[in-house]
Nanobody, 124 residues
Framework: QVQLVESGGGLVQAGGSLRLSCAAS????????MAWFRQVSGKERDFVAA????????LYSESVKGRFTIARDNAKSTVSLEMNGLLPEDTAVYYC?????????????????WGAGTLVTVSS
C-alpha cells in the first residue's frame, strides 16, 4: 500500500505561483510513476502532469505546458508541481497519484494510489 500526502495548496492571485508537494510512503518510490491531476467540483478529474520513475520522462496537459513543472526527488520520496503564471481556470483540487504500470500514463483510471488532494484557488 502506498500513502500519498499533498501539501502546498492555497489562495493566490492570477499571475502568481505556487508549489505543490506530495510525500509518498509504503513502497520504493522509484518503482512508481507519479502524476498530478486536478478536479473542479462536478467535473471529471483531469490530467495535469506525470513523471517517470527516474524522472527522465515527463508529460503535461496542453493547458499547463510551459507554466507548470513536475519534478521528483527519489531520495526524499517526493514529487512536486511548480505552478507559475496561474490563471483563475487553474482553480481546482489537485491530487497526487502513483502508478505501478510499466508505461507513463495520463489516464486517471490507470492510477493505483491517490492522495486526498489539496485545494488551489486562483483569484482574478
Amino acid at each position: 500500500q502506498v500513502q500519498l500526502v499533498e501539501s502546498g495548496g492555497g489562495l493566490v492571485q492570477a499571475g502568481g505561483s505556487l508549489r505543490l508537494s506530495c510525500a509518498a510512503s509504503g513502497r520504493t518510490f522509484s518503482s512508481l510513476h507519479m502524476a498530478w491531476f486536478r478536479q473542479v467540483s462536478g467535473k471529471e478529474r483531469d490530467f495535469v502532469a506525470a513523471i517517470s520513475r527516474l524522472g527522465e520522462n515527463t508529460l503535461y496537459s496542453e493547458s499547463v505546458k510551459g507554466r507548470f513543472t513536475i519534478a521528483r526527488d527519489n531520495a526524499k520520496s517526493t514529487v512536486s508541481l511548480e505552478m507559475n503564471g496561474l490563471l483563475p481556470e487553474d482553480t481546482a483540487v489537485y491530487y497526487c497519484a502513483a502508478d505501478l504500470a510499466p508505461l507513463l500514463s495520463r489516464r486517471s483510471q490507470g492510477m493505483n494510489y491517490w492522495g486526498a488532494g489539496t485545494l488551489v484557488t486562483v483569484s482574478s
